[in-house]
């Protein structure tokens, strides 16, 4: 069964710390696998995209990391700021696939402090 | 450029009373979809189009509807509404297919008493 599994499912850290998230999935025959950011009462947007042959990719302070042969993704943060809380959702869709074919992970909460 | 509109931002509706999600895009995507997010739960794909005249279903159709006659706009219809039905819903839209970003709007939250 294909399958997106996100932990954790909720994380508080300070203001200025690094965090991880992961991702495990099933899917299969994998095509692609995102990171969006979605902040309270707002819609999805994102973050990162990596295909099969990316190993890592970065957006400012977020680096995306993917195994393929493990089928695990990480979205390392840095330096964590205040408008960094939010859910990270991870996203993998099927090769080939129609719209109908992306699978959503439930998301990790994470909460900064100062 | 305005990206993905969605209207209304919230709505209450009695059971059994039907309406009308709007969505607009301005950046000329041929595919546009619209979720569904309940707590706990990922988002969950209910109608799909791949451009003008053309949809299909997705995870969780029932009690929906949807058509596209235009590029732009992609409304999704609640025929007779369902306390189950209470949820904050999305409509993204994207250039390409997997392998393209999806730009989702702002959400609509509705609830069904």
């Known amino acids: 069964k294909n399958q997106v599994e996100q932990s954790p499912q909720s994380l508080i850290i300070l203001e200025g710390k690094n965090c991880t998230l992961q991702c495990n999935y099933t899917v299969s025959p994998f095509s692609n696998l995102r990171w969006y950011k979605q902040d309270t009462g707002r819609g999805p947007v994102s973050l990162t995209i990596m295909t099969f042959s990316e190993n890592t990719k970065s957006n400012g302070r977020y680096t995306a990391t993917l195994d393929a042969d493990t089928k695990q993704s990480s979205l390392h943060i840095t330096a964590s700021q205040l408008s960094d809380s939010a859910s990270y959702i991870c996203?993998?869709?099927?090769?080939?696939?129609?719209?109908?074919?992306?699978?959503f992970g439930r998301g990790t909460q994470l909460t900064v402090w100062p | 450029n305005a990206g993905v509109t969605q209207t209304p931002k919230f709505q209450v509706l009695k059971t059994g009373q039907s309406m009308t999600l709007q969505c607009a895009q301005d950046m000329n995507h041929e595919y546009m979809s619209w979720y569904r997010q309940d707590p706990g739960m990922g988002l969950r794909l209910i109608h799909y189009?791949?451009?003008?005249?053309?949809?299909d279903q997705g995870e969780v159709p029932n009690g929906y509807n949807v058509s596209r006659s235009t590029t732009e706009d992609f409304p999704l219809r609640l025929l007779s509404a369902a306390p189950s039905q209470t949820s904050v819903y999305f409509c993204a839209s994207s250039y390409g297919l997997a392998a393209d970003t999806q730009y989702f709007g702002p959400g609509t939250r509705l609830t069904v008493l």
């Open positions: 189009s791949v451009g003008a005249g053309i949809t």
């Open positions: 996203v993998v869709s099927l090769r080939g696939s129609t719209l109908g074919r992306l699978y």
